[in-house]
């Protein structure tokens, strides 16, 4: 829940269905994020 409030403090929208897909946007976006900032582990031998 606090990486949510990264990108605000509130839902913005008032009808449910607009709030549900809101919190999936944000969680995608904070998927993606994550990712880039991931290292990639390489074997060397």
Same mark, same amino acid.
């Given at each position: 829940?606090?990486?949510l409030k990264?990108?605000?403090e509130r839902i913005a929208?008032?009808?449910?269905d607009r709030?549900?897909?809101e919190i999936q946007?944000? =969680?995608t976006l904070i998927n993606r994020f994550n990712a880039?900032?991931?290292a990639e582990?390489? =074997?060397v031998a």
């Open positions: 829940m606090r990486c990264a990108f605000g929208a008032r009808n449910p709030q549900t897909a946007i944000r =969680s880039l900032g991931t582990i390489v =074997s």
